[in-house]
Protein backbone atom coordinates (compact mmCIF):
# COMPACT_ATOMS: atom_id res chain seq x y z
CA UNK A 1 0.00 0.00 0.00
CA UNK A 2 1.42 3.17 -0.69
CA UNK A 3 -0.56 6.21 0.53
CA UNK A 4 0.13 9.77 -1.54
CA UNK A 5 -0.53 13.31 -1.85
CA UNK A 6 -0.94 15.04 -5.56
CA UNK A 7 3.43 15.71 -4.99
CA UNK A 8 4.84 12.98 -3.56
CA UNK A 9 5.17 9.00 -1.91
CA UNK A 10 4.13 9.80 1.62
CA UNK A 11 4.46 6.60 3.15
CA UNK A 12 4.76 2.55 2.57
CA UNK A 13 4.73 -0.68 4.14
CA UNK A 14 6.87 -3.09 3.14
CA UNK A 15 6.43 -6.42 4.16
CA UNK A 16 9.06 -8.26 6.46
CA UNK A 17 7.98 -12.05 6.27
CA UNK A 18 7.11 -14.78 3.55
CA UNK A 19 10.01 -12.37 2.01
CA UNK A 20 13.49 -14.36 2.82
CA UNK A 21 15.99 -11.68 2.00
CA UNK A 22 14.00 -9.42 4.54
CA UNK A 23 12.79 -12.18 7.16
CA UNK A 24 13.40 -11.75 10.97
CA UNK A 25 14.99 -14.54 12.62
CA UNK A 26 16.38 -14.80 16.50
CA UNK A 27 19.53 -15.46 15.17
CA UNK A 28 20.52 -13.64 12.20
CA UNK A 29 18.39 -10.00 13.00
CA UNK A 30 20.92 -8.44 10.61
CA UNK A 31 18.81 -9.79 7.60
CA UNK A 32 15.84 -7.37 8.41
CA UNK A 33 17.92 -4.71 9.34
CA UNK A 34 20.33 -5.01 6.13
CA UNK A 35 16.73 -4.90 4.24
CA UNK A 36 15.66 -2.24 6.15
CA UNK A 37 18.49 -0.09 5.08
CA UNK A 38 17.79 -0.68 1.95
CA UNK A 39 14.15 -0.19 1.45
CA UNK A 40 14.85 3.12 2.90
CA UNK A 41 17.23 4.34 0.94
CA UNK A 42 15.72 3.21 -2.27
CA UNK A 43 12.59 4.10 -2.02
CA UNK A 44 11.03 7.79 -2.11
CA UNK A 45 8.65 7.68 0.54
CA UNK A 46 9.18 9.90 3.44
CA UNK A 47 8.28 7.33 6.34
CA UNK A 48 8.16 3.82 5.72
CA UNK A 49 5.89 0.87 8.06
CA UNK A 50 7.39 -2.37 8.89
CA UNK A 51 4.20 -4.42 7.97
CA UNK A 52 4.09 -7.78 9.99
CA UNK A 53 1.95 -10.89 10.51
CA UNK A 54 0.02 -11.40 13.77
CA UNK A 55 -0.38 -14.44 15.11
CA UNK A 56 2.12 -17.06 13.33
CA UNK A 57 -0.80 -19.25 11.73
CA UNK A 58 -1.56 -15.79 9.97
CA UNK A 59 1.64 -16.12 7.86
CA UNK A 60 3.51 -18.95 6.15
CA UNK A 61 6.83 -18.21 8.16
CA UNK A 62 9.00 -15.92 10.45
CA UNK A 63 6.71 -14.53 13.20
CA UNK A 64 8.49 -12.20 15.09
CA UNK A 65 7.08 -12.65 18.79
CA UNK A 66 6.11 -9.66 21.07
CA UNK A 67 9.11 -9.59 22.69
CA UNK A 68 11.56 -9.72 20.08
CA UNK A 69 9.49 -7.21 18.36
CA UNK A 70 10.17 -4.71 21.61
CA UNK A 71 13.89 -5.62 22.83
CA UNK A 72 15.23 -6.35 19.01
CA UNK A 73 13.52 -5.36 15.87
CA UNK A 74 11.92 -1.91 17.28
CA UNK A 75 15.05 -0.78 18.51
CA UNK A 76 16.90 -1.60 15.45
CA UNK A 77 14.60 0.50 13.27
CA UNK A 78 12.95 3.03 15.19
CA UNK A 79 16.24 5.98 14.55
CA UNK A 80 15.76 5.59 11.22
CA UNK A 81 14.38 9.10 10.06
CA UNK A 82 11.68 6.77 7.69
CA UNK A 83 10.42 4.64 10.53
CA UNK A 84 7.00 5.65 10.07
CA UNK A 85 5.67 2.66 12.57
CA UNK A 86 4.02 -0.83 12.19
CA UNK A 87 1.09 -2.15 9.92
CA UNK A 88 -0.29 -5.61 11.21
CA UNK A 89 -1.93 -8.01 8.91
CA UNK A 90 -4.87 -8.72 9.52
CA UNK A 91 -7.13 -7.01 12.27
CA UNK A 92 -8.99 -10.15 12.50
CA UNK A 93 -5.98 -12.00 13.98
CA UNK A 94 -4.84 -9.25 15.75
CA UNK A 95 -8.65 -9.02 17.59
CA UNK A 96 -7.91 -12.52 18.80
CA UNK A 97 -4.39 -12.65 20.03
CA UNK A 98 -3.77 -8.76 21.36
CA UNK A 99 -0.90 -8.48 19.24
CA UNK A 100 -1.23 -4.87 18.94
CA UNK A 101 -2.31 -4.20 22.59
CA UNK A 102 1.19 -6.29 23.46
CA UNK A 103 3.89 -3.98 21.10
CA UNK A 104 1.67 -0.19 21.31
CA UNK A 105 3.86 1.33 24.04
CA UNK A 106 6.60 0.25 22.08
CA UNK A 107 6.09 1.75 18.24
Known sequence: MILRDTSKVIASEVQFYNNPPCQYSQTALSNLEDAWKQWTSSISATKILLRLPTPPQAT?????????????????????????????????????????????SHV
Open 60 to 104: GSRFIPTSDLSSSVLPAIKGSSKYGGVMLWSKYYDDLDGYSSSIK
